[in-house]
């Protein structure tokens, strides 16, 4: 009797310490597999951030939501004299400008610090967006430190409107960004313009592409 209750004693301890062990695998296997979700949560993390920020054209862009806006902010760098960065200036773009290289820059963009938009009523009346575009490339090219003045391509137009008159073909003190209807999307140089040439009405997207040059190409990069 006394042989069969310790033969029990050992199997119930058996079965104890066999318990045991299947529960401390089972928290070491719980344990890895948490610490394997963590790592792997925190790399999708760094991969998710590492995509909303990117370099292009000489420029940081950082992607980020305002609302239900998808928008592009850009860190832009502000250079004494020297060449040396003394600051920076803010400002954005709603297009991921990597996927504006199909609108073609056929000119060097080197402006000088009085810059004319112009455009005249039709092209504005057209393109409801020609407006929104054109302030956003005026505030772009105040915080780059370039002095923007409205203007019309059309001389009737400017004595009647009380506005800058601007010619392509005369010379100028001012650099002149023209907004044209065109077949296609372009930015040229003709005279003293450079011509935003806008196809159906995808001025937004030009005068973006439009900014980033101005930046890119006054630091000697090529897009």
Do not use: W
Not at 86 to 115: C, F, H, W
Not at 168 to 191: G, L, M, P, R, V
């Amino acid at each position: 009797m006394q042989m069969k209750k310790e033969k029990k004693e050992a199997r119930e301890e058996n079965e104890v310490k066999k318990n045991e062990n299947n529960q401390e695998r089972q928290t070491k296997s719980f344990v890895f597999g948490m610490v394997v979700l963590i790592v792997l949560i925190v790399l999708a993390y760094f991969l998710i951030q590492g995509n909303k920020k990117f370099e292009y054209a000489g420029l940081e862009f950082q992607k980020g939501n305002v609302g239900d806006l998808t928008l592009y902010f850009i860190k832009i760098p502000l250079n004494s004299i020297t060449g040396e960065v003394v600051g920076y200036a803010s400002s954005y773009v709603s297009e991921d400008p990597r996927k504006l290289t199909n609108i073609p820059i056929n000119t060097q963009i080197m402006l000088k610090r009085e810059v004319a938009l112009a455009a005249d009523s039709k092209f504005v009346e057209a393109c409801e967006d020609s407006i929104l575009a054109a302030t956003r490339l005026s505030v772009y090219l105040k915080n780059t430190g370039i002095n923007p003045v409205a203007a019309t391509l059309n001389k009737k137009e400017a004595e009647e409107l009380n506005r800058n008159y601007v010619n392509c073909s005369a010379d100028s003190d001012y650099s002149i960004i023209a907004f044209e209807t065109a077949e296609k999307d372009e930015i040229a140089k003709e005279n003293n313009c450079y011509k935003v040439n806008v196809a159906n009405c995808n001025v937004m997207n030009v005068t973006e592409r439009l900014m980033i040059g101005v930046y890119a190409h006054s630091r000697g990069i090529v897009i």
